[in-house]
């Protein structure tokens, strides 16, 4: 994979380590002395070399930037040169948050310029509108080049780096200096690398749904490619699960009966532009689900009618002597009965029903283009529907029917489907989609389902794609959460990432990524971050797509390399056999940039664990399975390993087999080698492993933990995928200007109550957070006299107590963090039977005490704006008062906003906010208040 374009810099790796040993908070000034000059290294960042690094933007602010600027220079040809005005600064934003636990330090050279000297300050922000780091003081004395090389410690320990920021801090115009090879310096690769891993097998365990295993497969294939033996027996060796059909884009052109037919059927919808004579058919996708041994997902497209959807239902669902009326459409076309259409299948080849039943309505739909989706659409759209609007979406307009429609159609044909609504991640992102559509649809719809792509741009480094998975995941689970209360009632909707993978838009993978052993790595991630946080289905796009003109290649397979397994394709083999419970895990290692390691249950005797070795050197891991009564003796077991020689490779072994048969039969399960109440087993470089390990103890299943919403009641399907042959996936907003939009700290209402009944808990009747360790535990449990409460899932120091429903009970943990904490109880009766199956019954709650803060405010004529957030994983800065009282007697609580309109007055005033746990931040005082511009910049991603 070619990298970023990387440039020499001027010191030596070892020198730069020497020197961090020290702990200097900035590290000699080398003026005029003559250094080695040596290429970075794998694991260092380029951000300015002779140009700024790819993706990378210039954020700064009242000030005048030259990239290009000639003389002087440090090494290469140009350096930047900077002219600011009173507290502006030179800003670099990061395509994307990069994991700061990847590098040590940040270097640069500095050039004060024809005399005198500039007075500066660097520091970092880990997002792009606040949360800044250390301000550490940068000299830059005139006509000499020197260098800084700042720590990470020295600059607060940022958990991500957003922006770069080498600001004025004279308060006064600064003449013009230059700045050159700004590299942050990566963390080596580790050598000899153990840590320790204990699997936890009594804590609470979250299910894992195996549509979560699932894959695209778009029409433009054929049904040639799709009666291609070679790939049929490699699909169903797999491990996949669900197909989405017919693929992407292409869903929202695809008319069903037009395909079938091989030719466009009057009143029907057309099959896309042209496409009847070598489209895949809707048999065609049937034969090769019966084949390969999958379940099937269909997209029907909005561009037809509830009727024509409801007849694609009863070609693969129903009975030939269904007699169920279809009705006549708003075209005028009567699509008969249930019957007529099964008929059809019979006749084409498939007597029996096949019987999908996951189905969504659309592709992407937020992306419509103008010219068909109105003034709503974005410019650069790329799907053809009619509508960009949420509300629209889901109720129709204009003689279009919605999604609401679609559904009560198609499911009066077959009950038992469950359909999916188009959802965004940001909620808020393109108009307010998913926001949208979660209050016209959110206690209705059957599964929400987004599309996470993980880069629009891919990084400059392999190590920051493999840390995004760990980071990103908790941030869209947070972002749903947030979204299903403020829109939904509440109510935990199932979620299908029905596209994703590490790049959407082909063209931008011009380093081949997606064909390389690091995506494997990372799709292996992504898979165990879509378990952890309570994902129900996952579709990567997709299973063989066709190559890119810049070679790249989206599928698992490739079409035009006899069906060569790419190596994301061996990571299915690995997860399909991990079991059905997660279980909680604790590991020494980073899980960002070295190992990432997931826990599960397989079956009474067998525990499994996968782990993802980020690294180019090997690692020793001492694994421990911990039971009820103590540490469990692990007698035997197996590993399967995917493992490549470097990231960059287009080939990986499985097994230690490089080509296995198409069935994997010549690629066994390695012998585990090792047994005892400690495992020690060595994780090859740039690997996936998977350890089923057999215990002699019964390990009794665990409740599963009740925030993990429940998955639809369908049979194993999973979910939706990417656009065209054409690639237009998800689309590339244009270049950001210099003048930003403040983007608002995401709101986080308060959760609505659950209510108790059977073998369940609820702390505080249902609510996400609390501020205080003191909770109330509710149940409602039939039979029950005694209760035994713990903060522990073994139960230590536990003890039997009469039976409240409404019990007081104090958490234990004291930590001045955000925490997620659990209580467990266990109940019996008076005769001393236990109740549930004597399992554990479990809930958790996030602790939060810490308030958020108000960062900065600006007034302008009677619009007030405020900078306000919250530490990360907390409850969200949800509410605030305004007020020219400082007791803010004359106000009450108001949902948090960022602008605010406000009386004409020259009071001063005063503002404080809570967030969702009910922490209340610091009044802020007037003077803080600046009635001028700040000199902060407002950016938006």
Known sequence: MSKLNQRWVTIGRLFVGIFLLMGALWLGKFAGVPVATVQAADTDLVVY??????????WSWSSSVNFNNTTPHHAGATAVAVTLQAWAGLSLRAPSPLNASSYNAITFWVHGGASGARQLQLYLQQTDSGSEGTHVNVDAPAGVWTQYTLSMSALGNPSTIARINLQDRSGAAQPTFYVDDITLIGVPPPTGVSGTIHINTTGAATTVDPRLFGTNLPTWLGQTNLENATFRARTAASGLSIIRLPGGSYSNSYGWLSCEQRANQTNALACGSGWESWAARPTDFLNFLKATGKQGMWVVSPNSTPQEAAAVVAFFN????????????????????????????AS???????????????????????????????????????????TEYVNGVNGHAGYTAFRNAMRAVDSTIQFGAVGLYPSNDYNNWGNKVLTAAGTTMDYYDIHPYAYTNLPATFAEALAQPETVWPAIRADLNSAFTANAGGRQIPVGA??????????????????????????????????????????????????????????????????????????????????????????SLNPATQLSVYGGRIDATTISLIAINKTSASITGTISIDGAGGTLNVSGGSADVVKAVTLSDQA???NNVSN?????????????????????????????????????????????????????????????IPPTNTPTKTPVPPTATATKTPVPPTNTPTATATPVSGCLIS????????????????????????MQPSNDGGFANASWQTYQSNLAWTLSDTGQRVATLVVYARFRTANGALLCNGAPVTDDIILDTQAPVVTAAKRSGTQLQIIAEDQPGGSGVAEMEVSTQEDFADVTWAPWQEFVEIAATSDPLHIRVRDGAGNE???????????????LPFVAR
């Not at 070399?49 to 210039?58: E, F, I, R, V, Y």
């Not at 490739?558 to 069906?563: E, F, K, L, T």
């Not at 205080?772 to 409602?780: E, F, G, K």
């Open 652 to 654: 990986v072994t499985y």
């Open 49 to 58: 070399g002779d140009a700024l690094a790819s993706n990378w933007q210039d």
């Open 660 to 720: 296995p048969a198409d069935n994997l039969s010549n690629a066994p399960s390695l012998p585990l080698g090792s047994t005892g109440n400690t495992v020690a087993y060595v994780f090859a470089p740039n690997s996936i492993t998977l350890l089923r390990l057999q215990t002699a103890a019964v390990i009794p299943p665990t409740a599963t933990a009740t925030k993990t919403p429940a998955p639809p009641t369908a049979t194993a399907t999973k979910t939706p």
């Open 348 to 390: 084409h080849g498939n007597a029996a029903p096949f019987g999908i039943k996951l189905w969504a309505f659309g592709n992407e739909v937020y992306g419509s283009k103008p010219s068909s989706g109105g003034a709503l659409c974005q410019s650069w759209g790329w799907e053809e529907l009619w509508t960009c609007d949420g």
């Open 318 to 345: 129903a009975q030939t002597t269904d007699t169920t009326a279809i009705g006549v459409d708003s075209r005028g076309f009567n699509w008969q009965t249930a019957g007529t259409w099964a008929q059809l299948r």
């Open 763 to 786: 702390i505080n009747n249902g609510a996400v957070f609390t501020k205080q360790r003191t909770v109330s535990v509710l149940s409602n449990l039939a039979g029950a006299t005694q």
């Open 921 to 935: 931040s610091a009044t802020v005082s007037p003077a803080i208040v600046l009635l001028t511009p700040l000199y």
């Open 498 to 587: 029905t596209e994703y993978n590490i790049v959407a838009v082909q063209e931008n993978d011009s380093g081949q990524w997606m064909t390389r052993a690091a995506n494997g790595l990372f799709i292996a991630d992504t898979i165990g971050q879509m378990i952890k946080h309570g994902f129900v289905m996952g579709n990567q796009w997709d299973l063989a797509n066709g190559r890119a003109g810049n070679g790249t290649e989206y599928g698992l397979m490739h079409v035009d390399n006899n069906w060569y397994r790419s190596p994301q394709y061996y990571v299915y083999p690995l997860w399909s056999r991990f079991g059905s419970q997660m279980l909680p895990v604790t590991n």
